[in-house]
Nanobody, 119 residues
Framework: QVQLVESGGGLGQPGGSLRLSCAAS????????MRWYRQAPGKERELVAH????????NYADSVKGRFTISRDNAKNTVYLQMNSLEPEDTAVYYC????????????WGQGTQVTVSS
């Protein structure tokens, strides 16, 4: 059974930091690129960060570049999103997403974790 379980969300202060984790199971994690998406109320879901299956390459949305860092530990089947210099505009539900290196039709979503940035 495939599972992507996000954790680490919650309330963050403007200028503060949060670290999200996504634990994967039920598939060969090291064969999947991983992404973090987010969706704010009333807005479309947007891609925040991407990391290749080996961890050798990353990409970020312009809105988070220089503030967020995506990383992964293939030994632990986990992907992380370190979020620094938080802004109220970062408030959203954050989703973990896995995409197979071998098929664009082979993908999985997590259930999401709420991040709220407020003083």
């Amino acid at each position: 059974q495939v599972q992507l379980v996000e954790s680490g969300g919650g309330l963050g202060q403007p200028g503060g930091s949060l670290r999200l984790s996504c634990a994967a199971s039920g598939f060969t994690f090291s064969h999947y690129a991983m992404r973090w998406y987010r969706q704010a109320p009333g807005k479309e879901r947007e891609l925040v960060a991407h990391i290749t299956s080996t961890g050798g390459s990353t990409n970020y949305a312009d809105s988070v570049k220089g503030r967020f860092t995506i990383s992964r530990d293939n030994a632990k089947n986990t992907v992380y999103l370190q979020m620094n210099s938080l802004e109220p505009e970062d408030t959203a539900v954050y989703y973990c997403y896995a995409l197979s290196d071998f098929s664009l039709k082979d993908d999985y979503w997590g259930q999401g974790t709420q991040v709220t940035v407020s003083s």
